[in-house]
């Protein structure tokens, strides 16, 4: 079956960068577009980022442009997001999810790796 | 960008009740939504899609409607495993955005 399996969360001092990996398996990852969403402790999901299939073309919320940036290495069915001048505000679960039925829909979705921003 | 409101923001409900979750898109998303479920320490999981289609795993309780910016996502004779948190985001137009969510607590 399909299943995403991220990694590379933890605590980081403000300011610093993370590096967040997404495992693919169960699917041609080449064919599919993939997204980051983020979810902060207790709140709702949050949208941050896509790449199409082949990572010709990204796309971005406003509220990380400029600080994080998504790709792949379809070599190794591996999504990445790097993270760079993180603040306490980027405090969340990080998931992985891939793009589902040609739309931007999210299906299947990773369990999720934590990213805490503190000093 | 394209706000998403979703209410109740929580919902208490009996076994066996019914619950309706409506979703309001600022602008027209013809029918690019799709509903998720998240249960506690868990990713979200895709319910539905195009605003009606139902994914192969969701019982034919849940049922979705709606198109343009007014959606409602129904559940009929709620049982124990459908107390949850759902959210709705549209697709139709970069950035995705979600709607706030709605707890589904047990009365």
């Known amino acids: ?119 | 960008d394209i706000q998403m409101t979703q209410s109740p923001s929580s919902v208490s409900a009996s076994v066996g009740d019914s619950v309706t979750i409506t979703c309001r898109a600022s602008q027209d998303i013809s029918d690019w939504l799709a509903w998720y479920q998240q249960k506690p320490g868990k990713a979200p999981k895709l319910l539905m899609y195009y605003a009606i289609s139902l994914q192969n795993w969701v019982p034919s309780r849940f049922r979705g409607s709606g198109s343009g910016t007014d959606f409602t996502l129904t559940i009929s004779r709620v049982q124990p495993e459908d107390f949850a948190t759902y959210y709705c985001q549209q697709a139709n137009s970069f950035p995705l955005t979600f709607g706030g969510g709605t707890k589904v607590e047990i009365k």
């Open chain 1, 1 to 119: 079956q399909e299943q995403l399996v991220e990694s590379g969360g933890g605590v980081v001092q403000p300011g610093r960068s993370l590096r967040l990996s997404c495992a693919a398996s169960g699917f041609t990852f080449s064919s599919y577009g993939m997204h980051w969403v983020r979810q902060a402790p207790g709140k709702g999901l949050e949208w941050l980022a896509v790449i199409s299939h082949d990572g010709s073309n990204r796309d971005y919320a406003d509220s990380v442009k400029g600080r994080i940036t998504i790709s792949r290495d379809n070599s190794k069915d591996t999504l990445f997001l790097q993270m760079n001048s993180l603040r306490l505000e980027d405090t969340a679960i990080y998931y992985c999810a891939k793009t589902a039925a040609l739309s931007n829909w999210f299906d299947p979705w990773g369990q999720g790796t934590l990213v805490t921003v503190s000093s």
